[in-house]
């Protein structure tokens, strides 16, 4: 079983500095097999935001956590218009990681992490013909019993998380990832960018999605919140790639605590969900 923290939007430049110890302190005492931070590591793309971001990652690698980081839109330069064209991601690349597409890979998970951040479209990500291909030849090499996990910051789908329940923006290009998605059959699509939790099997979303659960993170320590969501961030127990446990941990103010605890199984056609009870929490 791979026991994966998945948090995302961290927005340094606008947090609160008690959820980002208490994220930590919580970390530290579940010794997660991996943590992925799924962009807006940033409010503003600033230096100093940049060094307090790059200093709490250091603080997880110092740890001997694997992370595995992506950009979001918040990581490019918004009125520094010389930076965001010509240098986009340079900060990023320089604080927090070089590499733009990480792979992670032990013997029960693939993970890849595609970003989609991009200058022209500043707030909606997009997707190229260069990405998804990487998405299916990535996978292809993978042995079939692994779980296969797609990190994305803006969402592939379409979902009902605003809040009269009318559907968010997808990704740029979102119909062709979502067909590379089916094509390099992922088990599970990661995303963060609304600040909102939710998951949902793709096949409800959109008609031949292929098999992927989708789970969105909320953002872990920003004090943007959407809808009075509170900060939170998700931990999953992925047991089999047709087996995942979500539950959602969040902030009350003080401290984070287990909320949501959701058993998600596939049963080749679709995925069933069971809540967990307390007494049944890993
Ligand atoms: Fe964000
Ligand atoms: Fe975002």
Known sequence: MARIAHL????????????????EAWLEQQQPDLVIISGDFTQRARVAQFRAASAYVNRLRARGFP????PGNHDIP???????????????????????C???EDDEVAVLG?????????????????????????????APGKTRILVTHHPLFAMPIASGGELSEAVGRSRSAIKAVAAAKIHIALAGHFHQTYAQAARKMVEDAGQALVIQAGTATSTRLRNDQPQSFNWLHVRRHNEVELQVVVWDGASFQRGNHVEFT?????????????????
């Not at 992370?67 to 992506?70: A, E, F, P, T």
């Not at 064209?85 to 320089?94: D, H, I, Q, W």
């Not at 990405?131 to 030849?137: K, N, S, T, V, W």
Request: proline residues 4%.
């Open 102 to 104: 990480p792979w992670f």
């Open 8 to 23: 995302s939007d961290l927005h340094f430049g606008a947090i609160c500095p008690k959820a980002v110890s208490a994220t």
């Open 78 to 100: 918004l009125y520094d218009v010389f930076r965001r064209f010509a240098s986009p991601l340079g900060r990023y690349k320089r604080y927090i990681s070089n590499d733009l």
């Open 67 to 70: 992370v595995l980081l992506i």
């Open 114 to 142: 595609i970003n989609t951040a991009r200058s022209l479209t500043i707030k909606d990500g997009r997707i190229n013909e260069d990405q998804m291909r990487m998405i299916e030849e990535r996978f292809h090499a993978v």
């Open 266 to 282: 596939f049963d080749g056609e679709n995925w069933s969900t069971r809540e967990l009870t307390d007494s049944a929490r890993p």
